[in-house]
């Protein structure tokens, strides 16, 4: 298992996610939603950078780039703002962990009634995968 699935860096960012979640509610776009965690990452005094272009490899070779919402202390950041997460959300947060040799991504709906977690761990060949 994965030990940073649930380390101070996940915990921050789902605590300004929740800041974000529990003031606008679940009715907006998700521009406004990156947009409010940018402030909350700010004051937070995380190290970030917003849709951040991530190398995709394949058998060792970069193929190209891929852009995600965030990168937050070296964990990819995904958010939507959609009723409910759909498979292939998380599908598409997983295929850019895996090709991309990050460690862990924190995939988050802020449309959703109540914030929407996954918290996604890919080590070489091991996955692990937890709902919040």
Do not use: W
Request: some cysteine.
């Amino acid at each position: 298992m994965i030990e940073n699935l649930r380390d101070e860096r996940t915990e921050r960012i789902l605590g300004a996610a929740m800041h974000v979640h529990r003031i606008l509610g679940a009715h907006f776009q998700e521009l406004t939603c990156q947009r409010a965690l940018v402030q909350e990452f700010q004051d937070l005094g995380l190290e970030f950078g917003r849709e951040v272009k991530i190398p995709i490899y394949y058998r060792g070779r970069k193929l190209h780039t891929r852009r995600v919402d965030f990168v937050v202390q070296d964990v990819i950041v995904e958010i939507k703002a959609k009723v409910a997460l759909e498979p292939r959300d998380f599908e598409q947060t997983l295929s850019y962990l895996k090709a991309s040799g990050f460690e862990v991504a924190l995939l988050l709906n802020l449309g959703a009634k109540r914030l929407e977690v996954k918290r996604i761990a890919n080590s070489q060949n091991t996955r692990t995968i937890q709902s919040a």
